[in-house]
């Protein structure tokens, strides 16, 4: 009798508990989207009229470093390279950091580029690996703005320290190398560093577009394509939720918390005033973020974290499962890492927006997510095979679920239609009808699993680390 | 079957949402298409609105004031005026075309502008409640030289917007020149250095005018205003702001103080060393290092006790353009100096200048 009064009353407590998850979790979103659509018609009010052509020819526009770190990056990188080349900004040069490739990439460029080793000082700001062949620049005029470093590895993070002590720049241009920008990336996105005088922008956060099957041709997109393979579909549609109405929102309440490691604009001087990127963890886009937040935080100097919801910035996804499942482990044990280096500001009201709503909200729904997601489902589970429950309520309950989360979906491709209408073929509108449809089936399993598995490295694989990305070349799509 | 309550409102919420889903998905698709045939639908609109134009402009008869046919154009321009759609294509079209042609054409599209009744819609967006519209509004008017609404827009220079505030100074200086600049007596609002960067790309444009008194304004109680026309002083070489400028050096805004220092820099003012010099220990490492810049520039040997201080310096820059001016200047005195220190970004520099760098 006593064993089943506590039995029955654990289950009410896991009943209870995912009940107010689930409400918590939908809540969340319906007012993500509700600030996203709100961040997204000021900025298209804003930028709508905005001649940024002004910029280019400007003597006082301020300086930006591209940084681009490379390993083993042969098979694209004169390309990529000259993809960065052809940016259109007055006032920027382009680091390539060669990270201790194996392959013949240094050569490469060397060739492509007329390169030659030059004498150059470095102010070691920021600790990094030693140079290995040194500083680069070419002899030819047409590609005076390329340094190319060549350094033993350290890692992701340790070159872009590397590029970081090499710019003498205001800002900082994070980006990865196989990255195809548009040509007025640059322009766009320092814009909000230059707007604002009330407050310090630190960075500037652009969104990541998926480029498997556009067509490009020397560093240039020439036409948007929507993929075959259903995975490199489903990111897409993943992509569209995220920043166009995760970060757009989170941008409206200044509570950034991550700017994709694929493209980011910082602030220099803030960055090495707080070390630079940190090269023991894999989550570090996200790292230095928060470190800069909460170094402005702590010196109580008013600042933002901006966001640029333009197309700028293209990328491959992965478009194997393998990779897949990699990179979102990846992603998964970096989101731990940096909650826990920064648990300081985990409800500390003295952090703020930070403090009080962006750190609980990872904490809760990024990190924890995934595990209460699982669990749920074991207690569904149990439920089913214990409890008398209806055949009508599951079903029910599963297609309330399902179909909630096609309408966030549907959400976001409707921000996109209004926005930037992307994808314009014909017939692209009932492929991205059916991604919606089957993107539950497809690409959350696999996320979830990701998820859950670089919860189990983090805790019991702790000599993971980065993870291969085998990359097929953006030109060759 | 009978359902709980608790069902009974699950499978409520999945009808609605269900019957919403549906409707999305229909939606969506005349969306696309709508999307599909407007963007079809401007571009055939637009070449038929730049047709007209090059007609309109090219069908001019010398001793009429207005042809038969440009009459025809006319009517046909006010016809597409009625549509929003319409009329955003046409002002864009004005827009893209003024830029492309020169002379009389510019008159011609500016006159054509007022007489089909662009110019009115423009003014009345200048009375919008929304201030995007406000901001469209005073483009419009500034790239159609409408000069007589400049009390409407004089009124907008502290506009709490940025966008439409910096619509107006813009409005000013493109259509007023430097008379334009007058705004800036009355601003009590920042300029961002976007506005900056936008105000100087049409300062650039002017011809010099000797008159000019930027002294009023580079003592203006707005920092932002004093940091601008310091900008417009290293553009037009305004040397005669000396005294001013070193007045600057002692600004309350450190902001205004480096910048001074550059424009100092790049005039090489010799009499702000000593100014400096004197009053080294009290400023901020930012200014230290502009300091060292305009040191490189304008360091004689007498200097060179100066540096010596300042070769052990905690700040890497300083250190470095230290001993870097140290060798130009005084040769002598930077070879008796210690070539290896405890200090290993020091003995780096030195390596660097001895070894690698060719003074």
């Known amino acids: 009798m006593e064993y089943d009064y506590i039995i029955r009353n654990i289950v009410l407590v896991f009943h209870y508990f995912f009940l107010v998850f689930t409400v918590l979790i939908v809540g969340s979103y319906v007012i993500l989207a509700v600030f996203s659509s709100r961040e997204t018609i000021e900025y298209l009010k804003k930028n709508s009229f905005v001649n940024y052509k002004d910029l280019l020819t400007s003597d006082v526009a301020p300086s930006i470093s591209i940084i681009a770190p490379a390993y083993n990056e042969s098979l694209n990188i004169v390309e990529n390279v000259r993809s960065l080349l052809s940016t259109h900004y007055v006032n920027y040069d382009v680091i390539i950091v060669n990270d201790g490739s194996k392959d013949d990439s240094l050569e490469k460029l060397i060739k492509a580029y007329d390169l030659e080793r030059i004498e150059y000082l470095i102010n070691q700001r920021v600790p990094t690996q030693p140079l290995r062949a040194g500083v680069f620049k070419s002899k030819n005029p047409a590609f005076e703005k390329l340094i190319v470093v060549d350094k033993e590895n350290g890692g992701k993070a340790d070159a872009l320290n590397c590029g970081i002590n090499i710019s003498e720049s205001r800002y900082l241009a994070c980006i990865d190398v196989d990255c195809l920008l548009l040509e007025d990336s640059l322009q766009r996105m320092v814009k909000p560093f230059l707007e604002y005088t009330d407050r310090k922008v630190i960075a500037s956060g652009g969104v990541i577009r998926i480029a498997n099957s556009c067509k490009i041709e020397d560093g240039k997109l020439l036409e948007v394509n929507y993929p075959d393979k259903w995975l490199e579909r489903c990111q897409i549609l993943e992509y569209l939720r995220s920043f166009l109405l995760g970060r757009m929102a989170w941008a409206r309440l200044n509570g950034l918390l991550v700017i994709s490691g694929a493209f980011g604009l910082f602030d220099r001087e803030i960055a090495i005033k707080v070390g630079g990127y940190d090269t023991k963890t894999v989550g570090e886009d996200m790292e230095i973020i928060v470190r800069m937040r909460r170094y402005m935080e702590e010196e109580k100097l008013p600042y933002k974290v901006a966001y640029i919801p333009d197309p700028l910035c293209w990328t491959e996804a992965p478009d194997n499962r393998k990779i897949f499942i990699s990179q979102r482990n990846r992603w998964t044990r970096g989101t731990i890492e940096v909650l826990k280096i920064h648990k300081k500001i985990r409800w500390n009201p003295n952090y703020g927006v930070l403090g009080m709503l962006s750190y609980p909200y990872w904490m809760i729904f990024e990190r924890y997510g995934p595990i209460v997601e699982v669990l749920g489902m074991i207690y569904f589970i149990f439920l089913i095979i214990y409890q008398p429950l209806s055949w009508s309520f599951i079903l029910g309950l599963f297609l309330l679920v399902y179909l909630f989360s096609l309408l966030f979906s549907f959400v976001a491709i409707f921000t996109e239609e209004f926005t930037y209408h992307q994808y314009k073929r014909k017939g692209i509108g009932f492929k991205l009808i059916l991604t919606v449809f089957l993107e539950p089936f497809i690409l959350h399993p696999l996320v979830l699993y990701a998820a859950m598995r670089g919860n189990y490295d983090y805790y019991f694989n702790k000599k993971k680390k980065w993870g291969v990305m085998v990359r097929k070349g953006l030109s060759k799509s | ?359």
């Open chain 2, 1 to 359: 079957m009978q359902f709980t309550l608790f069902e009974a409102v699950i499978w409520s919420l999945v009808i609605v949402l269900a019957i919403i889903i549906v409707i999305l998905i229909f939606y969506l698709k005349i969306l696309r298409r709508n999307i599909r045939v407007k963007e079809k639908n401007n571009i055939k609109y637009r070449e038929k609105i730049e047709k007209l134009l090059i007609e309109y402009i090219y069908a001019e008869e010398e001793g009429e004031l207005l042809s038969k046919k440009q009459k025809t154009i006319i009517k046909q321009f006010k016809k597409g005026l009625v549509s929003k759609r319409k009329r955003i294509i046409i002002t864009e079209t004005f827009l893209q075309l003024d830029q492309q042609v020169a002379g009389h054409m510019i008159e011609q599209m500016n006159s054509l502008y007022k007489k089909i009744g662009l110019l009115n819609y423009a003014i009345k967006k200048l009375r919008s409640k929304q201030w995007h519209i406000v901001a469209i509004g005073i483009k419009d008017l500034r790239h159609f030289k409408v000069k007589r609404v400049r009390n409407s827009i004089s009124k907008l220079i502290n506009h709490h917007r940025e966008e439409v505030r910096r619509e107006a100074h813009l409005y000013f200086i493109e259509l007023f020149g430097f008379e334009g600049l007058n705004f800036l007596d009355n601003l009590k609002v920042p300029l961002s250095e976007w506005d900056q960067i936008l105000l100087l790309g049409e300062v650039e444009n002017f011809e010099y005018d000797e008159t000019l008194d930027l002294k009023k304004w580079l003592e203006s109680n707005n920092d932002y205003v004093v940091l601008f026309v310091l900008n417009i002083v290293k553009l037009f070489n305004r040397l005669e702001t000396k005294d001013t400028l070193i007045d600057l050096l002692q600004h309350k805004n450190a902001e205004i103080r480096i910048k001074t220092i550059d424009i100092i820099t790049h005039f090489e003012i010799l009499e702000a060393k000593e100014f400096i010099i004197q009053r080294f220990s009290e400023i901020s490492d930012k200014e230290k290092v502009a300091f060292f810049k305009y040191l490189e520039k304008v360091a004689k040997n007498e200097d060179a006790m100066f540096l010596i201080e300042h070769v052990n310096s905690n700040n890497f820059e300083i250190k470095h353009r230290a001993l870097k001016i140290l060798k130009r200047v005084d040769v002598n005195l930077y070879n008796k100096l210690e070539k290896n220190s405890e200090d290993a970004e020091y003995n780096r520099i030195i390596d660097y200048l001895d070894v690698s760098y060719g003074v």
